[in-house]
Every structure is written in structure tokens, then in C-alpha cells.
């Protein structure tokens, strides 16, 4: 049977008392599990690969955006090759990819093969993680959903908390003397188990109709980053050389050919890389906005906190892990919080707040890293990351539903996979732009004295611009809806709105 036959096949309903999608629901939460927990282990990492393989500050900021460019540049796509090609199929390349760059990352020579296998494993993610929602959608019936996706957010807050501590006490352990490289080897049983596992137990899908893979597409969006990070990311080290101001304004160029492409592909086949329509929904593209800038913040703050807390202040990976517990934790509480209760009676009120709570948890954070110097303790931390969680989970959960609520339900699958794109874009962004805010205040050489006041400086100042990122973020949430709109659908009939990246899977008996 030909792929086109499977994909226009009768579409058998999932099996309510088949017990092996819960086998199969445990196996993609542990592959979403894994990404999540594999951005923030990597961050608490960051000083020790420094340290140990004398990697340059250029070196470690595409350790963590090059994951997320490779990423980012490839969700859509990843998400397209599973509807043609089938979610389970997808998913174990996916996932088989990702373990074999896990174990290149582990066993990196220098920092050149880590830069080159991290952008690997982000290319991996990319085919596995998109599928994780659709398989699900696909296996459970509609009334089990609920819980499913219930479970699944529980999963991203313990991917949250445990990353760091994770990283943290797996590079103060130094296992057989391997220092900072158990952080990507742990990986590899959970993915061959994961492999073995998926191929017995997941069920395959494909969508409902045959879609063409868009490459050309592709090529645009991964060459348009390029030219914009590339620069941003060297300049500094390179002395901004005129090359790199043409190149990010090529970039511009390089986006708006992208958009002409992508108008003229939707005309002509029906199946652009990108959904150019959805733009014309407002509360679509402010979210589109909100989540790109959004992502900018916290790729600045994540990885500026780190070099802070483990260079500047010379704490150990353990006590900076341990000291994002409050963070993580707020942000867990916060998420559970503004979903279940506070979003259904405020409606858009809850995000804005969040943006203006994490704002205040970044000034109070500012205040005090200021006050304190080098004599800062964790305690003295406690206050303004506990804020910031908060804020954040006040944001975070509710975002998607928020940006998705007018969204016609046909498009939903697009929709979701090009927010969870710019997020991750904007996140590139962030980390490119640490040349600019942190190291830019931060002398090239300086003398051990020196590192620390330095580094405390740079932090002051990156937290300056994050919290200007929240204020822009608190504005452009006016464009968002007041409260989460139902989906009327082409026959007039009114719908919930569709949980995140779901999609009408059929199933391939």
C-alpha cells in the first residue's frame, strides 16, 4: 500500500480499553521529558565546559543556540514529515537521533564537535518532539484527553525543576572521572529503551489528507537565522566587522523572500511551510509576538544567570542548581494555578498580570544583585526568583490556548507548531543577543580580581533589558483576546478550542 492510500484511508476511532497506549503515552512523555530537561541541564553545564575544554564565550553561547536554531528551524518541518510519513515512524528516527547525538555530544573532543552535535541533537528534537502531541491525539479517545494533557503539563513542570538539580548533581559528581559529559551520556539507556519501546507499543498515524514536504521553505527559514545569529553571536569576539551589519540585514531580505515564497506556494499547492493566513487573525499574530519576544527573555536570562551565579560569584553547579528551586517550583504552582482557576474568571488579565509580576520579580532581583555584590547569598535569591516563577507561570500555561482560541480548528495543527517555532526562534535570539547585553559591558581581559564585579555588572545590566522585554511583552498582550474564544467551524457549529498541537490524526491499522 502506497502512502497516499494509507493517508486517505478509513480512519478507525482509538480503542478506549487497549492498554498499550498508556504504554505508548508513558514512551512520548519520556521523549518530551528528555528535550525538556536536556535545554536546562545544559545551561548549568555551561561553566564547567568552559572550564574543562576552553571553550570561548562565542563556543558556549551556540552550545545552547545552536540547539535551539536547529530546533527551531525544524519543528514545522518535523511536524510535517510525521503527517506524511506517519507520527510513530517519525518519532523513532527522531528519538534514534537524538540518542546517537546525545552520545557524540558526551564524547566531544573539543568544543567544535559539541557546537556541531548539539545543532544535531536540536535537529533531532525537532523530528521527535512534534510528534509527541499528535500520537497522543491519536490514541486516546476525546473524553481521556483531558487527563492526558493534564499529565503532560505536569511533565514540562518536573522537566523544569529537575533539569538544573539534574545537571547540577551530575557535574559535581564528575562520574568515573567524566566531569561534565554524564549530563548528555544519561541519555542513552533512556533512548535505546524509548526505541525499543515506542516500535512494540506506539500506534501508527498519518494525516487525513496527503501534504508536500516544503524545502525550499525550509532553506529560507534556517538561512534567514543564520545570517541574523551568525554575527550577533561573533561580532563582539570579531570587533563588529561591516560583514556581520550586511549579513543582519540580509537577514531582513532573506524574511521578506520567505513570506513572497510561502504567499505564492499556498496559492499554487495548498501546503506552505508556513500558514500565511493565520496572520490575519489578530489575537494569532499578537501571540505570535508575544511568544517571539517572550523567548528572547528567557534566552537571555537563563544562560547570563548561570555564568553569573558559577563564574561570577564562583558558586559550584550543585548550589546554583539548588538555588533555582524557588524559580522552578513557583513557576509549577503558578502554571496549575492560572489554567484551572484564574484564566476561566479573568481571562486575559491573568497573562498581563504575570508579565508584570515577573517584571517585578526581575527589578527586585536587580535591586538586590546590586545591593549585595559578590556577598550575595541564595537566600537573598530566594525572594525574586520565587517572583519571577510566578510571573512566568502565570504566562506560560495559559499563552498557547490564548494565541490558539481564534484560530479556525482545520489550521490548529499549523498554528500550534509555528508557536512552539518563533518560541524557540526568539530563544536563538536571546542567547545571540548575550554578546550584546552581558559580555558587551564585560572586558575582554580581565584579571581574576576582576571576574567577579565584572560579572555582576554584566548581570545588572542583561537584567535591565529583560525587564524592558516583559514591559514590551505586557503591551502586545492587549492585542491578545480578553477571554480564550470557542472555535465556530466551517459548518457554523460552535467547538472548544483545540487543546495544543492537536490535530485530526487518522490512524494507519
Known amino acids: 500500500m502506497h502512502s497516499t492510500d494509507i493517508a486517505h484511508a478509513p480512519t478507525p476511532q482509538p480503542v478506549p480499553g487497549d492498554r498499550r497506549r498508556w504504554f505508548a503515552l508513558a514512551i512520548v512523555m519520556t521523549a518530551a521529558f528528555m528535550d525538556l530537561v536536556d535545554v536546562t541541564i545544559v545551561n548549568i553545564a555551561v561553566p564547567s565546559i568552559q572550564r574543562d575544554e576552553g571553550a570561548t564565550f562565542s563556543q558556549i553561547q551556540w552550545i545552547t543556540a545552536g540547539y535551539a536554531l536547529a530546533?527551531?528551524?525544524?519543528?514545522?518541518?518535523?511536524?510535517?514529515?510525521?503527517?506524511?510519513?506517519?507520527?510513530?515512524?517519525?518519532?523513532?528516527?527522531?528519538?534514534?537521533?537524538?540518542?546517537?547525538?546525545?552520545?557524540?555530544?558526551?564524547?566531544?573532543?573539543?568544543?567544535?564537535?559539541?557546537?556541531?552535535?548539539?545543532?544535531?541533537?536540536?535537529?533531532?528534537?525537532?523530528?521527535?518532539?512534534?510528534?509527541?502531541?499528535?500520537?497522543?491525539?491519536?490514541?486516546?479517545?476525546?473524553?481521556?484527553?483531558?487527563?492526558?494533557?493534564?499529565?503532560?503539563?505536569?511533565?514540562?513542570?518536573?522537566?523544569?525543576?529537575?533539569?538544573?538539580?539534574?545537571?547540577?548533581?551530575?557535574?559535581?559528581?564528575?562520574?568515573?572521572?567524566?566531569?561534565?559529559?554524564?549530563?548528555?551520556?544519561?541519555?542513552?539507556?533512556?533512548?535505546?529503551?524509548?526505541?525499543?519501546?515506542?516500535?512494540?507499543?506506539?500506534?501508527?498515524?498519518?494525516?487525513?489528507?496527503?501534504?508536500?514536504?516544503?524545502?525550499?521553505?525550509?532553506?529560507?527559514?534556517?538561512?534567514?537565522?543564520?545570517?541574523?545569529?551568525?554575527?550577533?553571536?561573533?561580532?563582539?569576539?570579531?570587533?563588529?566587522?561591516?560583514?556581520?551589519?550586511?549579513?543582519?540585514?540580509?537577514?531582513?531580505?532573506?524574511?521578506?523572500?520567505?513570506?513572497?515564497?510561502?504567499?505564492?506556494?499556498?496559492?499554487?499547492?495548498?501546503?506552505?511551510?508556513?500558514?500565511?493566513?493565520?496572520?490575519?487573525?489578530?489575537?494569532?499574530?499578537?501571540?505570535?509576538?508575544?511568544?517571539?519576544?517572550?523567548?528572547?527573555?528567557?534566552?537571555?536570562?537563563?544562560l547570563v544567570w548561570t555564568l553569573y551565579m558559577q563564574i561570577g560569584l564562583g558558586w559550584s553547579a550543585l548550589r546554583a542548581g539548588l538555588t533555582g528551586v524557588p524559580f522552578s517550583v513557583a513557576v509549577s504552582v503558578a502554571a496549575g494555578v492560572s489554567v484551572q482557576q484564574l484564566v476561566p474568571r479573568f481571562g486575559r488579565k491573568v497573562l498581563q498580570a504575570g508579565a508584570l509580576v515577573m517584571m517585578a520579580g526581575v527589578l527586585i532581583y536587580l535591586m538586590e544583585a546590586d545591593r549585595y555584590g559578590l556577598g550575595i547569598t541564595s537566600w537573598q535569591m530566594a525572594l525574586p526568583l520565587a517572583v519571577m516563577g510566578v510571573g512566568m507561570g502565570l504566562v506560560v500555561a495559559p499563552l498557547t490556548d490564548a494565541v490558539l482560541s481564534e484560530v479556525p480548528r482545520e489550521h490548529a495543527g499549523s498554528a500550534s507548531g509555528l508557536i512552539n517555532t518563533v518560541q524557540q526562534m526568539g530563544n536563538a535570539l536571546g542567547l545571540g543577543l548575550v554578546s550584546v547585553v552581558f559580555f558587551g559591558v564585560i572586558d575582554e581581559k580581565l584579571a581574576p580580581a576582576e571576574v567577579g564585579p565584572a560579572f555582576v555588572n554584566g548581570f545588572t545590566h542583561a537584567l535591565g533589558w529583560v525587564a524592558a522585554v516583559l514591559g514590551a511583552i505586557f503591551l502586545l498582550m492587549f492585542a491578545l483576546p480578553k477571554r480564550p474564544a470557542q472555535h465556530v467551524e466551517g459548518d457554523g457549529a460552535v467547538h472548544e478550542a483545540p487543546a495544543v498541537g492537536e490535530k485530526e490524526p487518522e490512524l494507519v491499522p
Not at 135 to 147: D, L, M
Not at 174 to 196: C, K, Q, S, T
Not at 201 to 220: C, M, N, Q, Y
Not at 267 to 277: F, K, M, Q, W, Y
Open 71 to 302: 530546533f527551531a528551524a525544524g519543528l514545522v518541518t518535523g511536524g510535517r514529515l510525521g503527517d506524511i510519513h506517519g507520527r510513530k515512524r517519525v518519532f523513532l528516527v527522531g528519538i534514534g537521533g537524538f540518542t546517537v547525538a546525545s552520545a557524540l555530544c558526551g564524547l566531544a573532543v573539543n568544543p567544535e564537535m559539541l557546537v556541531a552535535s548539539r545543532i544535531l541533537q536540536g535537529a533531532m528534537a525537532a523530528l521527535m518532539v512534534p510528534q509527541v502531541l499528535s500520537i497522543v491525539h491519536a490514541t486516546f479517545p476525546a473524553h481521556e484527553r483531558g487527563k492526558v494533557f493534564g499529565l503532560f503539563g505536569a511533565i514540562v513542570g518536573l522537566g523544569a525543576v529537575s533539569g538544573p538539580l539534574l545537571g547540577a548533581l551530575l557535574t559535581e559528581g564528575n562520574l568515573f572521572g567524566l566531569e561534565w559529559r554524564p549530563i548528555f551520556l544519561i541519555n542513552l539507556p533512556v533512548g535505546v529503551a524509548a526505541l525499543v519501546l515506542g516500535s512494540r507499543f506506539i500506534t501508527e498515524s498519518k494525516a487525513p489528507r496527503a501534504l508536500k514536504l516544503d524545502l525550499p521553505g525550509v532553506a529560507l527559514v534556517t538561512l534567514a537565522l543564520l545570517m541574523l545569529l551568525y554575527p550577533l553571536t561573533r561580532g563582539r569576539e570579531l570587533g563588529w566587522p561591516v560583514w556581520g551589519y550586511v549579513s543582519m540585514a540580509g537577514a531582513l531580505v532573506v524574511f521578506a523572500a520567505l513570506v513572497a515564497y510561502e504567499r505564492a506556494k499556498g496559492a499554487r499547492d495548498g501546503s506552505p511551510l508556513i500558514e500565511l493566513s493565520l496572520f490575519r487573525v489578530k489575537s494569532f499574530a499578537a501571540g505570535i509576538a508575544v511568544q517571539t519576544v517572550f523567548g528572547v527573555g528567557l534566552g537571555i536570562f537563563f
